[in-house]
């Protein structure tokens, strides 16, 4: 067990009264399904891996203050304009240009959860390039239906 981050594409209009209601922002959260033609956004433990790339190649993406938290601990949304934003930004981001700046030795010194990235080596780098990769999907399918996406951290 341990820090998970995942993310759920949701209408706009769902997210807008998540954010404005916390009783809707439960019924949001407790009763949706995602449909099956959605891509799944979970990352796993690979978001500091993730967001020590992001930030160390200077991409302008940041998966924890683009969202507005909702009402409910652990949840935030992101509405359909930064979804749109931060999927035209992850389309121009290799993962090849990401993985020029991964430095286990370094993301295990400061402490980049789940400080794993000296004892896996390469491995570790093609767990944050899976992850990356859905990442990518689920902003990009996300902006295609001009939804919002639901972010769950904990």
Known sequence: MGVIMSFTRVSAADLELAMMHKDCAAELVHGFTRPETDPDGYLDKSWAGLKYLLEAADTGIDLFFTATPLALDGYSGWNPEDVAR??????K?????????????????????????????????????????????????????????????G
Request: hydrophobic fraction near 45%; glycine fraction near 8%.
């Open 86 to 91: 931060t999927a035209e930004l992850l389309s």
């Open 93 to 153: 981001t290799s993962f090849d240009k990401l993985a020029a700046h991964y430095d286990p030795v370094a993301m295990d010194a400061i402490g980049v959860y789940p400080q794993i990235w000296i004892r896996d080596g390469n491995d570790g780098l093609g767990y944050l390039r899976r992850y990356y990769a859905g990442l990518v999907e689920v902003f990009a399918h996300a902006a295609r239906h001009r939804s919002g996406l639901l972010q769950s951290f």
